[in-house]
């Protein structure tokens, strides 16, 4: 093993890792299967390719390319090397607008592509909804195809040639047409090879001629098995179009030409809407003639998961009225032309179907819309009442004409078997995705999983259609080839192999010799019995169940928007992206590759960069909670050890707070002292770069005990929060606050004693104190809370434990507290206009947990013209940012969008942050200052009602 990677490491330029960690993350992938690699190889060039597969032929090791990861047939899955090109091959080399080509790398993200072209007007047409982390080799080896591909067809429709790396070694550019030449003409190898491989491949067509034109369904979303009649005379003989989708079996991938067609220049929306998703399947074929860009097709079962989330998305609501429904995109040369095509279709539906109908034209009400449709990949791992479902049938497809009747004997199958599951896809072309809620950790269960899957080929083949419509065969349906195609046309696929991978190393057990579809089940295998200390309340009560959240769609890999993953955006290490970490903690529960439990080592470095933002709690289409899994890995691995040192200065917070709070000008002053602050730098884990903050001269509680007495009447109360941050750092916070309230018309109150959430002892992972705070602070609303008073929070984060993490720590019923936006909105409360421009960093717990539709509003009403910024987490995050090693990732996520777009605001722009270390983050590194939305709206009221107490010294 060690002369395997020993030779690999001489052999390539780029990274070599058979560490347990690089084992753990890259077994799987986004299927239901798990294979742990020798180890993985991350190339910088083509020539690194070549060199890994020359290794691993000497040493008889099979080889398996990976892109994104996010396949779901377990095609990017071995046990032998896996090369991962999305770390270094990820380039566009060219885009020629004359011809309309790209040149790219395999590992580049389909939304670079697509953004480099659309400098001059042009797309890629095939456009998956994992578009923005998916790369073009994962792309063109399983031949996908996405919404667009009813106008532009799949993968394989718009590849021109490409350069590969055959089993043999030979190093070829295939296409276009019938080409096969050697990447260098003076390299004999590779020119006796290519001739090898180009004598075969005429051979093998011209003695199965009548068997490659017969043998094949007709539909458009054909992707299953080989494409073989690519290599017809009449189809041009294309070799590069026969290799898409041949799943990484017969070549490796080093450089790819791809065709590129022009953007419309304005699009429209249609959305129509029907008695339910068999009844939008059976009107496909009136929406063909209209020359649609996308027919994609849903139900309301998948609207119900979405709302069990939590959420309603405003989006929502511009759906018509219907239990199913089709989104249908036009284009157009202008928006008005657009507009007339999609009013066309509207009309034509409305007449020939009955369907209740929409149009939008807004691009981005159009995005917000699509965002259900794209979501559907994550949420439907999981049924409306909690549930698991998996893939398995993900995505077969049938002549669109015979959707509607293939749909409605599937759900028939699916209740003859008692099984559930969410049924939608891309219905312009009769392709249908779904999830299912098999039992796969029984025997009982996976006897249903085989029965059922063989039954679903039958059903789709009597249909005239194709197990796979997109995704690729893989593990997953492979097997169930035989019952697609004749035993001839099977044997011509072992020939197709054969030609380019003679010894067979190249992805073994794919198409060709496949491996049971119930076998190497990532559900399989041993769990070990941890001691757990948090309730995992949507989880059953267990770790291991709630790692099974993550199914490996990558969303998180997302480096473009969002909140989720800060980490992976500035380093793009798979170790430092929710998935990764949750492979690696589930992979610590099985205990077979990480093996120390909570001692592990592997699991504690991933998740040291882990900022606890809940991004992914919010923006993971299944809702992993990384920031929970953390602090009970923290909790359990540092159990009776002596721990970090911010653990104790950081974690200890309000406590350090309150013992400051007795005499801060003289604990202010010592810390401003250099040698002090050095010293209480170190001691406290503290970075270097970071700036010891200065507590207040008076805290919030003892301001509060000097205002004047209101004589009101008697007035509606509530009570406000006074979290750490605002009582001993920004009083100045909580007392507008309590003005804006007052002008509200309520009496305000503070709790009779002092309270504390527990944050900091929750991210830090001391939580037998946190529950010990949080149990003393519900006691302490208890009579507030039984009389129905709402508390009103300021500092999101601690808000968010009050009304999400409370319940992993404690069974208590919901805390009705609220943030000041949600409260005013929730009453009506109008301001004076402030008439100013404004840019808001919004606080990662208030994205997770709380949401920001409420502080747009109160916004607008008060006259703010209000830019929520898409810039993720501010990178400080708690403790996070401030902790000794941290700091060059906490600025790299601040720079990334938030500081860029704080520097570039006008002066006469407000800067908001409600969170405490937004706000220092702003002022650490663009030297603005920020405002709390209560500050904003104290200042539009423009009175005083009692003293603003000092702030620092």
Not at 45 to 74: E, K, Y
Not at 532 to 538: E, I, Q
Request: hydrophobic fraction near 40%; proline fraction near 6%.
């Amino acid at each position: 093993m060690r002369s395997l990677v020993d030779d690999l490491t001489g052999a390539v330029s780029g990274e070599v890792d058979d560490s347990a960690a690089a084992r753990a993350m890259f077994s799987m992938d986004a299927s239901n299967y798990r294979h742990v690699p020798k180890a993985v190889v991350f190339p910088r060039d083509a020539d690194d390719v070549a060199a890994t597969l020359r290794v691993c032929r000497d040493h008889g090791v099979p080889v398996t390319a990976r892109g994104a990861g996010t396949g779901i047939g377990g095609q990017a899955l071995g046990e032998g090397v896996v090369l991962e090109y999305g770390r270094h091959l990820n380039r566009v080399l060219e885009i020629d607008p004359e011809r309309r080509v790209a040149r790219v790398q395999p590992g580049v993200v389909l939304d670079t592509l697509r953004a480099a072209a659309a400098e001059h007007g042009l797309t890629f047409g095939p456009d998956p909804s994992t578009h923005s982390r998916c790369t073009l080799g994962g792309m063109l080896g399983n031949d996908a195809c996405g919404s667009h591909s009813v106008a532009w067809g799949r993968t394989a429709d718009n590849v021109v040639s490409l350069d590969v790396v055959a089993g043999d070694g030979t190093r070829l550019t295939v296409g276009p047409g019938d080409a096969v030449t050697p990447l260098d003409p003076l390299d004999p190898d590779d020119t006796e090879g290519a001739e090898r491989i180009r004598e075969a491949l005429r051979t093998l067509t011209r003695q199965h001629l009548a068997l490659l034109r017969t043998g094949f369904p007709t539909l458009p979303r054909r992707v299953s098995g080989y494409a073989l009649d690519a290599l017809l005379p009449e189809r041009g003989g294309e070799v590069a179009r026969a290799l898409v989708g041949s799943e990484g079996t017969c070549v490796l991938l080093t450089e790819a030409t791809v065709r590129l067609v022009p953007s419309p220049a304005a699009r429209a929306l249609v959305v129509a809407g029907f008695a339910d998703d068999i009844a939008a399947a059976d009107a496909v074929p009136q929406v063909l003639p209209h020359a649609p860009l996308t027919v994609e097709g849903m139900g309301a079962d998948l609207i119900d998961i979405l709302l069990a989330r939590g959420r309603r998305p405003s989006a929502l609501d511009a759906l018509p009225a219907g239990r199913g429904w089709l989104f249908v995109e036009v284009g157009g040369d202008d928006p008005a032309e657009a507009r007339d095509s999609a009013e066309a279709l509207a009309a034509a539906l409305a007449r020939e179907t009955a369907a209740t109908t929409s149009v939008t034209t807004d691009a981005a009400r159009q995005r917000q819309l699509w965002s259900i449709r794209e979501s559907a990949a994550g949420i439907a791992t999981r049924m409306a009442d909690g549930s698991e479902a998996w893939p398995g049938w993900e995505d077969a497809a049938v002549p669109p004409e015979r959707l509607g009747s293939y749909l409605r004997a599937f759900r028939a199958l699916l209740a003859e078997y008692g099984l559930r599951g969410i049924p939608y896809g891309h219905f312009g072309e009769g392709c249908v995705h779904v999830r299912i809620d098999f039992d796969l950790l029984t025997d009982d269960g996976l006897r249903t999983f085989r029965r059922f899957l063989t039954d679903a080929a039958d059903l789709v083949v009597a249909h005239g259609g194709s197990l796979s419509g997109e995704h690729g065969d893989g593990q997953a349906r492979a097997e169930l080839l035989p019952r697609m195609y004749s035993a001839d046309m099977l044997r011509l696929f072992e020939a197709f192999k054969a030609i380019w991978d003679p010894d067979g190393l190249l992805n073994p057990g794919t198409l060709v010799r496949p491996r049971p579809l119930d076998a190497d089940l990532r559900f399989s295998g041993p769990v070990r019995d941890l001691p757990l200390t948090l309730r995992y309340p949507h989880d059953g009560g267990s770790l291991a169940t709630a790692t099974r959240r993550c199914v490996g769609v990558g969303k998180c890999v997302d480096t473009t928007t969002g909140v989720m993953c800060p980490s992976y955006m500035v380093t793009g290490r798979e170790e430092h992206s929710t998935r990764g970490r949750a492979r690696l903690l589930a992979e610590m529960m099985r205990g077979e590759t990480i093996t120390e439990g909570w001692d592990s080592t592997e699991v504690r470095d991933a998740l040291d960069l882990c900022l606890a933002c809940k991004g992914c709690l919010s923006d993971c289409p299944v809702d992993v909670d990384m920031a929970t899994y953390k602090a009970e890995f923290l909790h359990q691995h540092y159990a009776g050890r002596v721990r970090p040192a911010s653990h104790y200065s950081l974690g200890f917070l309000p406590l350090w707070a309150r013992l400051a709070s007795h005499a801060p000008s003289l604990v202010n002053a010592a810390l401003r002292a250099p040698g002090a602050a050095r010293l209480a730098k170190r001691l406290g884990g503290i970075a270097d770069e970071r700036a010891l903050p200065s507590f207040a001269r008076t805290t919030l509680r003892r301001a509060w005990r000097r205002r004047p007495t209101p004589s009101r009447g008697e007035r509606p109360r509530v009570v406000l929060w006074p979290d750490t941050f605002t009582d001993h750092f920004a009083p100045e916070i909580g007392v507008s606050a309590a003005r804006v309230l007052d002008y509200a018309g309520f009496d305000v109150t503070l709790p009779r004693s002092p309270v504390c959430c527990g944050l900091t002892w929750i991210s830090t992972g001391q939580l037998g104190i946190a529950r010990r705070v949080l149990r003393r602070t519900l006691r302490v609303l208890a009579d507030d809370l039984a009389e129905g008073v709402p508390v009103i929070g300021l500092e999101p984060s601690c808000l968010a434990v009050l009304r999400h993490d409370v319940h992993d720590l404690l069974d208590t019923p919901p805390v009705p507290a609220l943030t000041l936006a949600e409260f005013l909105d929730r009453e009506g409360v109008e301001f004076p206009r402030l008439d100013v421009p404004a840019v808001t960093q919004q606080h990662c717990h208030q994205h997770a947990v709380l949401g920001h539709d409420a502080d747009e509003r109160v916004l607008r009403r008060a006259g703010v013209d209000n830019v929520t910024l898409d810039s993720g987490c501010c990178g400080l995050a708690g403790n996070f940012g401030v902790e000794r090693g941290h700091y060059d990732v906490s600025v790299a996520a601040a720079e990334r969008v938030l500081a860029p777009a704080v520097r570039a605001a006008s002066p006469g722009t407000l800067v908001l942050a409600d969170g405490f270390s937004c706000r220092t983050q702003i002022t650490d590194l663009t030297g603005r200052r920020s405002l709390h939305l209560a500050q904003v709206l104290d200042h539009a009221l423009g009175t005083r009602t009692w003293s603003r107490p000092p702030t620092k010294e």
